[in-house]
């Protein structure tokens, strides 16, 4: 019935069923991949709690949005019931579900509501149970359980798909779609980066070397702190670098404030907090570091490289893939290593790390683009719908 029901408006329908639309990367990531969407595809979203602020930005693309209004986390009958009649009158030919509650959730209101095509997406690459909820760990031991029911899991890096095999996922079929970028809102400022480090730090005499990341133990800022520690103490090229450290939880954090402080690097140290002017700040930035312990596809990174700043990072994830030749990696948990890698990076001057940076704008552009990822999932759909059909 789906299937004369698409035939009629030369379109394909999906609808993608999501764990909330709060500002996280699996949520801006679809909206990029809407913003994106070919004219052959009709798309639906589901939120299983409210439409938080990404659904707003959705709504504005012409894209309807429901809200199942479940309390985070614990989906209940009554939202159960409202999923499986919007899916009854949809009759989408894909459902594409993103993050575990939001897995669990669609495939079993599919299989009652005979959608006949599944799409999980995973998002994250470290699974540690032990900071899990109890009610998280139960469903990812259902997910387990279930793996090989969807027709289709999808994996943003290469390292979350790893880590789920290794846990026990059976796919039927994995993809690896990478994440996307929007290349004309992350963009190089070139002839403007000293103009910007006036803007922000009053001064452009200094190489600036920053990172974008929220206060986690996954992103390690004390492998970062660490590093600054050993630099200053070992390079002398250190008398004319800062830092600055962006994202939420970095500044007015008297943990962090705590750590700069024993290592006497106050002077070096600037933290911004979180902020919504990203790409000039980036663009500021002589060189970028992600000092993670633990990535799967990193947004920043790839963010930073389509500003033009070449990057330094720990091999975490699918950080030294999405970089390639156009930087430098490390060791994780590394601050030795981290400080020389600057130290490297510095050495080449200003139009050696310019040239890094055109380098990694073009692979970003060439292979990273969210019109390319946004086509890679349609091309999926599309082969996914084939297939049943054939």
């Given amino acids: 019935m789906s299937f004369e029901y698409n035939k009629m408006t030369n379109r394909i329908k999906i609808l993608h069923l999501i764990t909330d639309l709060d500002t996280g990367g699996a949520e801006t990531m679809l909206y990029r991949l809407l913003s994106k969407s070919s004219p052959a595809y009709e798309n639906v979203v589901i ?42 009158k949809e009759k989408p030919q894909v459902l594409q579900t993103w993050l575990y509650h939001a897995d669990l959730f669609g495939l079993l209101a599919a299989k009652i509501a005979r959608i006949k095509i599944i799409a999980w997406n995973i998002r994250c690459s470290c699974v540690d149970t032990r900071k899990y909820s109890l009610g998280k760990r139960l469903i990812l031991k259902l997910l387990i359980k279930l ?26 079929r994995w993809e690896i779609i990478n994440n996307g970028f929007d290349i004309d809102f992350f963009n190089p400022k070139f002839l403007k980066k ?36 050993v630099f200053v103490d070992k390079y002398a090229a250190a008398d004319n670098v800062k830092f600055a450290l962006v994202g939420s939880g970095t500044n007015d954090n008297p943990f962090l404030q705590g750590l700069i402080k024993t290592m006497g690097t106050e002077s070096k140290v600037m933290t911004l907090g979180e902020r919504n002017d990203i790409p000039d700040i980036m663009s500021s930035f002589d060189i970028y570091c992600s000092s993670s312990s633990s990535e799967g596809f990193p947004n920043t990174i790839g963010e930073s490289m389509a500003c033009g700043v070449p990057c330094v990072a720990t091999d975490a994830g699918d950080s030294a893939f999405l970089i390639d030749t156009t930087g430098i990696i490390v060791p994780i948990k590394d601050p030795a290593a981290l400080a020389a890698a600057w130290h490297e990076m510095i050495s080449i001057g200003e139009e050696g790390r310019q040239k890094l940076g055109i380098l990694a704008r073009k692979r970003i552009e060439t292979d990273f683009s969210i019109s390319k990822i946004a086509r890679q999932y349609e091309t999926l759909y599309s082969d996914l719908i084939n297939n049943l059909n054939s």
Wanted: proline fraction near 2%.
């Fill in 147 to 172: 793996s090989n029911l969807p027709t289709v899991v999808i994996a943003n890096a290469k390292a979350g798909m790893d880590v789920h095999k290794k846990i026990g996922y059976r796919a039927r």
């Fill in 194 to 229: 000293n103009e910007l480090k006036k803007k922000f730090f009053g001064d452009a005499n200094f190489t600036l070397i920053g990172s974008v990341a929220r206060f986690d133990e996954l992103k390690d800022h004390k492998n970062l702190l660490r590093a600054i520690k």
């Fill in 47 to 88: 939120s299983m709690t409210d439409k938080g602020i990404i659904g707003s930005r959705v709504e504005s693309l012409g894209i309807k949005v429901h809200a199942l209004n479940t309390r985070k986390g614990i989906p209940d009958l009554f939202a159960f019931s409202k999923l499986l009649r919007i899916l009854r």
